[in-house]
């Protein structure tokens, strides 16, 4: 079982930037990939990145490459999303994900969920 909470989101304007942090409660957190995804208004939950257990491989939608950046901390049971260059299309609910596997960027292959945080650009 891992718990998600996600936080770090909230309102900046069209070239900024924010970090969003996902903290996973138990010890197995390096036995997960890692995903962050967002479900705009009206759209289907997309994803934005995952990265490997251990960090050394990254995944990431071609909107976002070159803007944002997924890492995580293994020892702090974290991981975390830098976005810069933000656009008003970035506008969402971010969620991080965990799976199971050596690296998952299906949806379907994540089974454990945070509450989401909203990210909001203005233009």
């Known amino acids: 079982q891992v718990q998600l909470v996600e936080s770090g989101g909230g309102l900046v304007q069209a070239g900024g930037s924010l970090r969003l942090s996902c903290a996973a409660s138990?010890?197995?957190?390096?036995?997960?990939?890692m995903g962050w995804f967002r479900q705009a208004p009206g759209k289907e939950r997309e994803s934005v990145a995952a990265?490997?257990?251990?960090?050394?491989?990254?995944y990431y939608t071609d909107s976002v490459k070159g803007r944002f950046t997924i890492s995580r901390d293994n020892a702090k049971n974290t991981v975390y999303l830098q976005m810069h260059s933000l656009k008003p299309e970035d506008t969402a609910v971010y969620y991080c994900?965990?799976?199971?596997?050596?690296?998952?960027?299906?949806?379907?292959?994540?089974?454990?969920w945070g509450q989401g945080t909203q990210v909001t650009v203005s233009s």
């Open positions: 994900a965990a799976a199971p596997s050596s690296l998952a960027t299906k949806e379907s292959s994540f089974g454990y």
């Open positions: 138990g010890r197995t957190f390096s036995s997960y990939s």
């Open positions: 990265i490997s257990r251990r960090g050394d491989h990254t």
